[in-house]
């Protein structure tokens, strides 16, 4: 017995000198894609959820200092208002009135011609739709016009346009019809009777027409080469058939231009356009990367965890984040100024980023709010 006995203090001597030279592991934390976070890695992640949080804040004061009087237009306009309404913003008191009145007397002037009505450009009533719904107005009632008609009846409301060009997609692309899928499903508005266009007809229109051969998409028809923006965009719109039932074809492509995405993104975290080309190659830039953001989190998926999405140890999240201008704003090239554009489109990304983290509806799914006539 006293053999045995030893042999027992033995066992117990080598066991804790073991747990003494052994690391001590974090129980892990495993996350919605399968990766194991150590406390080391949580407490990254609620460090740059705070530097996002307050790049928001500082960034919700500088665009309402530039910003003082929105307008229709794509700057200074829909994307500022966009972003600051679904953030949720206590704004100037009639700072969305100012702008509704100002939206209604643009539609005035475009219905009152006699030709060439919005420029002929179907996205300028897609854009003003999105932002609308955004601030609780009803883009279907808007100065006796329904906006939305014309992503459903597009070669009806602009006729003057050449046949050839009246298709949804068939002047400006890509464009037409990722919006336009965007903007009947803000509020899931039902199809009209009369409607020359549905959802499976933008959808296979994009799959068949813009979609390359690596997975990704392109602005125009039967492009060569997928482009970053344009294959994020396309996304977004197509995010509310992601995994759902009889839209199997669309879960598969989605997939495929995620894989790509992924092996397209650079080391930084970031994505490069191929518009702006520099001697004949893309470019990096905040509103690529921000495009990617949105799509990510349109999808349900975390951008700052998602291990496809990590490259060097950055994520999309962190690349943008360097585009900052400390005190509010964003640049469109890292070593750049301050720029509007990739401000606003920064600041709606990581609006989209923070509505995930919240558990929001995403940002383009607008059933959360109550529109109003």
């Keep these: 017995m006293r053999g045995d006995n030893k042999i027992i203090a033995w066992v117990i001597v080598v066991i804790l000198t073991l747990n003494v030279c ?4 974090a129980t892990p934390v ?4 399968g990766q194991n976070l150590s406390s080391t890695t949580q407490t990254q992640l609620r460090s740059i959820e705070s530097e996002v949080k307050d790049a928001l804040d ?5 665009i309402l200092n530039k910003v003082k009087k929105p307008t229709v237009g794509s700057i200074g306009g829909e994307w500022a208002v966009l972003g600051l309404a679904r953030r949720g913003v206590d704004v100037p008191k009639t700072y969305y009135e100012d702008y509704y009145k100002c939206v209604v007397e643009k539609i005035k002037q475009e219905e009152a011609k006699a030709t060439r009505k919005w420029g002929l450009k179907v996205t300028e009533t897609q854009r003003l739709a999105i932002a609308l719904t955004a601030i609780g107005k009803d883009p279907m009632h808007v100065a006796g016009i329904d906006l939305i008609e014309y992503s459903w009846n597009k070669e009806k409301k602009m006729s003057d346009l050449p046949k050839a060009h009246q298709g949804l997609g068939d002047r400006q692309g890509l464009n037409e019809l990722v919006f336009g899928l965007i903007t009947i499903d803000l509020k899931q508005s039902t199809r009209p009777k009369d409607a020359t266009i549905s959802r499976n007809s933008i959808i296979e229109k994009i799959l068949k027409d813009y979609r390359t051969k690596d997975g990704g998409f392109s602005l125009s028809k039967n492009g060569a080469k997928a482009d970053m923006d344009m294959t994020a965009m396309t996304l977004q719109a197509l995010a509310p058939y992601y995994n759902q039932k009889n839209y199997e074809y669309v879960t598969k492509a989605v997939d495929k231009a995620l894989k790509l995405l992924s ?3 650079s080391k930084s975290g970031g994505f490069i356009s191929e ?3 520099v001697l004949g190659e893309g470019i990096e830039t905040s509103e690529s990367t921000a495009q990617v953001i949105v799509a990510l989190c349109s999808l349900g998926l975390d951008p700052q965890k998602d291990a496809r999405f990590i490259k060097n140890g950055k994520s999309p999240i962190d690349a943008l984040m360097e585009y900052y201008v400390s005190g509010g ?5 890292r070593d750049g100024k301050i720029d509007q554009m990739a401000t606003e489109q920064a600041y709606y990304a990581l609006v989209a980023y923070e509505r995930l983290l919240k558990g929001q509806t995403s940002l383009y ?5 109550k529109v109003y006539k």
């Design 22 to 25: 052994l690391p001590i592991y």
């Design 30 to 33: 495993v996350t919605p894609s």
């Design 58 to 62: 500082h960034t919700t004061s500088y």
């Design 263 to 265: 092996q397209k993104q």
């Design 275 to 277: 518009y702006g080309l």
């Design 329 to 333: 704003g964003f640049r469109h090239l």
């Design 365 to 369: 799914d607008m059933t959360d709010i």
